[in-house]
């Protein structure tokens, strides 16, 4: 569940608890009014029976009125209305003590459920309460009762209130979602922006920071915190960037110096060492010849990374294309390769063409040392042709099929399908980081596909160019 959804729940329960409990409070206090009246009214009536019977008075009141009038000292009954002679209300006991004590007060919502429970039509529901009233010295106990005879009016305004109140809770928790939702947008609007900032930021630009609001809120403790690991990370990417251009710099002497003087062994003194020494010496050669080119490949991709971009000059790629295929045909012929072309004419690029060529120079080398036959031979295609939107070229191969995982990491630096196979063919897992990067400098894009197509694999190499000129 996603937070905006978790906030606006929340606002939504906890204001209808509270409609709730407000709407129960009112409508108790609305339904209770009206007895809070009676009953005051009954105590008034009560002290004037009580005042009138001390004066020895005739006691006037109105003729459904139930009225008991005792002595507290000893509980002898000193006046019953005309009413209370012919309805006689239930009691708990007769017994003066409890008489005294009890209260046979109902609440609004108790007189409304012994309604709606069902009394006989020809029984009356009384209101009743008991007042302890001194006066002239004398404590005196008043039961009085009234009857409830209006209660299905009573009922009609409970239902009336009911459904106003069921209608206006439908319409807050209505107002309540779409309020929720505004207040949890305008609450996490600063979080999308972050997510949005921090979600474009990678190794390419590094030197991007979230911006930090004025409010000096949780938001901004967030961006200031993103910001601090930004800075980290930049630092270690730098310093690792740094680390490799130097060791690979340092690197390139010595293994140019073993080289040098393992050729020398080779060349004066090979015929008078043993079988075995001479084969160690070739196989340390070839070591070494690999560890150099290791290196050359690790210079570029930090002379790359360290470029901020490229020169822009017109570079013909039709002819650079085919002048590599020129050169890499002989390799492609002695390793029975079959090379097909369909170049475009006339297509130019903006850009750096050295960089280029080497970039091309690894595609070619990749789709010749990982062919593999497939349906009966082994084949390369170069396409480069120009549309309205890019510049594409593209180099396949007959292969081994890559699944998604791997078509994804192939440009990955030291990444290697097949690490031992690799190892033999002398790859580095640096020539497509090498040409990803080429390309991405010059405001391109680069990506590698693997599919079967007449029974047969070809992987993909795709560079696309949107910045080439038409």
Known sequence: MKIRTRITLFVVLSGLAASLLLSTWLIGELLEQPFRFLDKSL?????????????????????????????????????RS????VVGLNSTNSEAKDFEKRDTRMTALASIFRYLRGVPGDRTIYRTKIFEIAHDGGLFLVRIARPMDKLDKLEEGIQRAFWTVAASLIFVVMALIAIGRVVAGKIL????????LARNISDKNLTERIPVGRERDEHAELSETLNRMLDRLQFSFARQKEFLFDTSHELKTPLTTIRMAVEEMNAEDGFLLPKEARDNLSRMESQVIRMERLVKDLLSLSALEALPNVERNPVRVDVLLSSLIDEYRFWADAENIRVETEIQEGLVLLGDEEKLRRSLSNAMDNAIKYNEEQAGERLITVRAFESPEALTIIVSNTGEALSMEESRRVFDQFYRVGKTQSSRRGGSGLGLAIIKKTVE?????????????????????ILSFSSAPT
């Open 441 to 461: 400098l010059h405001q391109g894009e680069a990506r590698f596909e693997s599919a079967t197509t007449e029974s047969r694999n070809m992987n993909r190499l």
């Open 43 to 79: 105590q008034e009536e009560s002290e004037r029976a009580v005042r009138m019977l001390s004066h020895e008075a005739d006691i006037e009141m109105p003729r459904t009125t139930w009225m008991e009038i005792r002595d507290a000292a000893d509980g002898k009954i000193l006046y």
């Open 189 to 196: 609007r600063p979080v999308k922006n972050i997510m949005a």
């Open 82 to 85: 005309q009413s209370a002679e």
